[in-house]
């Protein structure tokens, strides 16, 4: 007798790719988010829309919920150096969010994504791409190890990007 393996549904073809940049743009290395996304939607990539999400709010959640994933970039204050870039999918991002709060709009993107997941409409297919402040004073410049990291960054969420959408 021949095992089977339990077939499994595949991922629904991607129509929609939201990223999410969030963050205060004049509070120096926290406007990291916005800035990458900026530079992503420079490059119009296919399937994907950049947002601009500032310091988030529940005017994003129609974003979210018309979206099949999103990606949100964001300082992350992970205990890293600065500049050091993380990526977390899935169940990892929710935690992360749920886990100590550094800024309003980490509590506000948590609460968004939870109502995302209350209408049943959260996207299956998230992450955050968090880039390590160094400086989060006012001021619209970014610090010199965040700037680095800015390729890093760009690199990460279109390899989530492509990996999504191939």
Do not use: Y
């Amino acid at each position: 007798m021949l095992a089977t393996r339990p077939e499994t549904t595949p991922p629904s073809p991607v129509r929609e790719i939201l990223v999410l940049g969030i963050g205060n743009s004049i509070m120096s290395d926290d406007g990291v988010g916005p800035a990458l996304a900026d530079a992503l939607g420079e490059a119009e990539m296919r399937h994907v829309r950049c947002v601009d999400g500032g310091t988030c709010g529940l005017a994003l959640l129609p974003h979210i919920e018309a979206a099949d994933g999103v990606v949100v970039l964001d300082a992350l204050r992970l205990g890293k150096a600065p500049g050091a870039v993380t990526v977390l999918e899935g169940d990892d991002m929710d935690r992360a969010l749920r886990g100590v709060k550094s800024t309003a709009h980490e509590v506000a993107l948590a609460d968004l994504l939870d109502a995302a997941r209350a209408t049943g409409r959260l996207p299956e297919r998230r992450a955050i791409v968090g880039v390590e402040p160094q400086v989060v004073t006012i001021g619209t410049e970014l610090s010199v190890p965040v700037a680095a990291a800015m390729p890093r960054g760009m690199a990460a969420a279109t390899t989530l990007i492509e990996r999504w959408t191939s």
